[in-house]
């Protein structure tokens, strides 16, 4: 059986698109691997301020209720901090302040460039131990 001596050329050059489109497709499901991976990456590693200040002001006021337990166990949670005027902890510019109408500490930490996130909590006795109990959060400006 003989050929035309074109058709070698056309069935090696359309074995070779084909390869070539599974190679690209291959490729593109590769590149789209690493972009979601740096996308992640760069998510993950991303600083968050608000949640790094919450977390510092959750630390600093546990220790400082523990610190002062005792004297807070001997006067009741009002009037141990009834007296307190400004904040009772503050890291940089996030700070907990107690409302004595309310009897609620305030969290405030910078949320955005003019504006604060304002969580309040309620400071109960639980046995030998405090507990925070969450009221609500609002925002306001600075």
């Known amino acids: 059986m003989q050929t035309k001596k074109g058709f070698i050329l056309i069935y090696t050059l ?3 698109i084909i390869c070539l489109i599974i190679t690209m497709y291959i490729f593109d499901i590769q590149m789209s691997e690493i972009k979601y ?3 992640n990456k760069r998510y ?12 510092y002001l959750m630390t600093l006021f546990s220790t400082y209720i523990d610190t002062n337990k005792v004297e807070i166990k001997r006067l009741t949670i009002t009037t141990f901090f009834h007296d307190i005027t400004g904040s009772v902890v503050s890291y940089q510019g996030a700070k907990v302040t107690y409302n004595n109408t309310t009897n609620e500490f305030v969290f ?9 996130r304002n969580d309040y909590y309620k ?6 131990d405090f507990k925070m109990v969450f009221k609500k959060t609002l925002y306001s400006n600075r």
Do not use: C, F, H, W
């Open 108 to 116: 405030a930490t910078p949320y955005d460039i003019n504006a604060y």
């Open 37 to 39: 991976s740096t996308s």
């Open 14 to 16: 359309l074995v070779g």
């Open 44 to 55: 993950v590693l991303m600083d968050d301020n608000y949640q790094r200040d919450k977390e």
């Open 123 to 128: 400071l109960e006795t639980l046995n030998e």
